[in-house]
């Protein structure tokens, strides 16, 4: 943990009950929508890839239809 972090957590640490729930609270919240990005970022990477990978193969079979029609 970093001398940066450690310093959050140790003033976390010093407030009192309820507010150090709000703050847990809100770093929960925090994560869930980070991991929550991190799928949507995936699914985005995915159809990303496989539309590449479409066209890539739509442009291969286009080259290969012209040779057959030029040979």
């Known amino acids: 943990m970093s001398t940066k972090a450690q310093a959050i957590l140790e003033e976390i640490q010093g407030l009192p ?4 729930e709000e ?18 970022k995936a699914r985005l990477h995915e159809m990303q890839s496989r539309h590449a990978g479409s066209g890539l193969l739509n442009r291969l079979l286009a080259e290969r239809a012209k040779e057959r029609a030029r040979g």
């Open 17 to 20: 009950p309820d507010e150090r």
């Open 23 to 40: 703050v847990l609270d809100e770093v929960l919240r925090l994560r869930e929508r980070m991991r929550q990005w991190e799928q949507q």
